[in-house]
Nanobody, 127 residues
Framework: VQLQASGGGLVQTGGSLKLSCAVSGLTFTRYAVGWFRQAPGKEREFVAGISWGGIRTTYADSVKGRVTISRDNAKNTVYTVYLQMNNLKPEDTAVYYC??????????????????WGKGTQVTVSS
């Protein structure tokens, strides 16, 4: 099982970024996916989650209205989950991680419940 996050970078306040998470190795398994982030000196926190079919999505209050999570299950072996982030703020600066929850339904996710994690991608928002 592999999760590969990408799409991070440096943007100015108010800018946008679209993160991608490619999930492979879970071909015959239905799973929810969550995005988390960890800023320097802070604990990792939940950002957004999506159910297997994409019907249910959940957002942290800190990003609600600025972030959209979606997924593309069209390919048979590699599924992709996206995190579109708009109106970015300096406080959004963090390393962003995607993770798979084999038993989740797309609701709020606790990092302890996630079975698989990808390496993070850095998002830096300059003021």
């Amino acid at each position: 099982v592999q999760l590969q996050a990408s799409g991070g970078g440096l943007v100015q306040t108010g800018g946008s970024l679209k993160l991608s998470c490619a999930v492979s190795g879970l071909t015959f398994t239905r799973y929810a996916v969550g995005w988390f982030r960890q800023a320097p000196g802070k604990e990792r926190e939940f950002v957004a989650g999506i159910s297997w079919g994409g019907i249910r999505t959940t957002y942290a209050d800190s990003v609600k209205g600025r972030v959209t999570i979606s997924r593309d299950n069209a390919k048979n072996t590699v599924y992709t989950v996206y995190l579109q982030m708009n109106n970015l703020k300096p406080e959004d600066t963090a390393v962003y991680y995607c993770a798979a929850d084999l038993y989740g339904d797309g609701g709020y996710m606790n990092e302890r419940d996630m079975e698989y994690w990808g390496k993070g991608t850095q998002v830096t928002v300059s003021s």
